[in-house]
């Protein structure tokens, strides 16, 4: 459903070489490699919001409906949690139910500003499912969560994935256990300029436990 | 003044102090009035009585009223212009580019100049006398929104992007309130600028208007009559301030303040 021709951007940092990928309704890809190789670069790039990049460079982003968790929660601090969701295209209805399926039942009428980082950061994963996505893209859900909050939206993903098998999930992460979680496929950027170094789908548990040691006697060789 | 994020830099001070203060300048003045004695220094009663006069003869409300068009007018057109070329100039190197030196020249131009070469171009007409003081305000309403349009916050931007924001939505949403400390800056520096410039284009040039009062007092040294004109000028003001400056700018930075925190 998706198709990146990147050729490459030498503009700015950090820089991207080329990048060639697809990616099917149903991927869960987690997009792996070290700090400040290009991680969010690239999924702004697939968001579209890098000018850098000529739009053709993604193909079929245009029929998409893509939601976008970003690190910082990018609500408009100025509106009520319903009136944020409502700005993406929910109904006052909708954007009731999507809060209550991210556990933020009732707290509609809470300004961003008045919740905690964690609750902040599923109600913008709510806004994300209020343009009701094709294409999910997550910019490390996890970071600076305590690890029991963590854990809870992780599963809240995982079920949010399960519900909507047709929905594909792009997640930046650092961490190779939240790709047991979550991925059915890596992708794992390095390099300089950067490129995918391994695009592999995950079939069963032996595999993944096969990449993440790949994956950690990769990250033990850097440091 | 606000800073950057809106909060108030100077804290107002406590309400008693303004109970003790002005009467106390009043009394001040009664005092040094009654010794003087001098039809220069008239006693605060005989400028209150030449209020209550003038404002029942219809003068006052006759001159404030004209004044308080021509402030109208003048606001609304620097505000506007000033907004669109300092958005346009913060949004965009090459409009800053065309505008900054022009800034330059006509942030330094005394508003005395702008006003005696409109009336000398154009005649002493209301629309020279309007044009004037819009010339004086914009560059300053375009340099304080320009420092607004600057700042808005790009992380923004890509949301309303990603979530396929309307130009509307864009502006209402996303714009209007980061830069909204900013307009509010611009419209008190420009208040206080615009009352100020008015009066002195009444003075050189219109036949209307609390500016042109303070000329015919000042010819026969008429001085309770200037002290009545500018004691009800200030009460317009602060009425202003009181009526409309506050009450919008609570309501629109109450988001600021949020209730309850769930940490």
């Known amino acids: 459903m998706l198709e990146l021709r990147i050729a490459g951007r030498d503009f700015g940092q950090p820089v991207l070489g080329e990048i060639f990928a697809t990616v099917e309704r149903g991927d869960r890809i987690c997009l792996l490699g070290p700090s400040g190789i290009g991680k969010t670069t690239l999924l702004n790039a697939i968001a579209g919001l890098d000018k850098s990049i000529p739009q053709e460079a993604i193909i079929g982003r245009d029929k998409l409906r893509v939601g976008y968790l970003f690190q910082e929660h990018r609500l408009l601090p100025w509106r009520t949690l319903s009136a944020n969701l409502q700005l993406a295209g929910a109904t006052p209805q909708e954007a009731e139910n999507h809060l209550a399926s991210v556990g933020l039942k009732g707290y509609g009428h809470y300004l961003p500003d008045q919740l905690s980082l964690g609750m902040a950061r599923r109600a913008a994963l709510a806004r994300c499912l209020a343009v009701k996505p094709d294409l999910l893209l997550l910019d490390e859900p996890f970071a600076s969560l305590d690890p029991v909050m963590a854990g809870e939206l992780k599963v809240l993903i995982a079920g949010i994935l399960d519900a909507n098998p047709g929905m594909a999930m792009i997640c930046v992460t650092h961490d190779g256990g939240d790709a047991e979680i979550l991925a059915n496929r890596l992708w794992y950027l390095d390099g300089k300029p950067a490129r995918l170094q391994w695009d592999d789908v995950v079939g069963e548990a032996g595999l993944i436990d096969g990449l993440l040691g790949r994956l950690r006697r990769l990250d033990l060789a850097d440091s | ?263």
């Open chain 2, 1 to 263: 003044m606000t800073n950057l994020k809106g909060h108030a830099v100077t804290a107002r001070p406590p309400l008693w102090s303004y109970w003790v203060v002005l009467p106390g300048f009043v009394l001040f003045w009664a005092l040094i009035a009654w010794l003087i004695q001098s039809p220069l220094l008239p006693t605060p009663l005989q400028v209150l009585d030449t209020v209550i006069r003038e404002a029942t003869a219809g003068d006052l409300w006759h001159h404030l009223g004209a004044t308080f068009g021509r402030v109208a007018v003048a606001f609304v057109l620097a505000m506007s212009l000033g907004t669109v070329i300092g958005v346009g100039m913060g949004r965009s190197a090459t409009t800053n580019a065309l505008f900054d030196p022009l800034l330059v020249l006509l942030l330094n131009l005394p508003a005395l100049v702008t006003i005696i070469l409109m009336y000398v171009w154009f005649g002493l007409v209301e629309v020279a006398a309007i044009m004037a003081v819009v010339i004086n305000k914009v560059p300053n309403v375009a340099v304080t929104v320009r420092e607004g349009a600057r700042s808005l916050d790009y992380r923004l931007e890509e949301m309303a992007s990603v979530y396929e924001f309307t130009r509307w939505q864009r502006f209402r949403e996303v714009w209007v309130p980061q830069l909204f400390p900013y307009l509010m800056a611009a419209t008190r520096g420009g208040l206080a600028l615009i009352w100020k410039i008015v009066l002195v284009v009444e003075l050189l040039g219109r036949s209307s208007g609390v500016g042109f009062q303070l000329h015919l007092a000042f010819q026969v040294f008429d001085v309770a009559t200037i002290l009545a004109y500018s004691l009800a000028f200030i009460a317009v003001v602060q009425l202003i301030e009181l009526t409309i400056l506050q009450p919008l700018e609570r309501r629109s930075s109450r988001w600021r303040q949020p209730e309850a925190a769930h940490a």
